[in-house]
């Protein structure tokens, strides 16, 4: 799932989803936003971490995962908009950001699968 914020079209950094998430090395000295509070953002989070991102931030939209982080890790409200590298906090906190990525979930889909199955059947 990929939500929709205000200036994510134009947001100067990286975006990606967690599913294409690959390798905290190259995220290494960057300021990092991951956005939702679930085991994908905190794997991903404490990958970040080890591997030596500036900066991480986790943006929540119900509850905080409420885990002790170490002190280069952090959790705010949910995002509300962009403006360039700039993010903004529904408590009304900003930072700057080199990547966002996105923890929101996934939305499955069956569709070419069922018509496989289907097509196989009829065989």
Known sequence: YIPDFAGIDKFEGRIM????????????GQKI???GSSYSAE???LQLFKFGA???TISYRTNKIGFKWPEKIHEVPLL???????CYFKDG???EYDAI???TGYQHHFHSC???WIWLIKM
């Open 93 to 95: 906190s900003s930072g």
């Open 101 to 103: 990525i996105l923890c």
């Open 33 to 35: 936003l991951l956005i």
């Open 54 to 56: 500036e900066h991480i």
């Open 43 to 45: 794997d991903i989070a």
């Open 80 to 86: 509300t908009e962009m403006e360039g590298k700039t």
């Open 114 to 116: 069922l018509l496989s």
């Open 17 to 28: 989803h967690s599913h294409d998430f690959r390798n905290a090395r190259e995220f290494t």
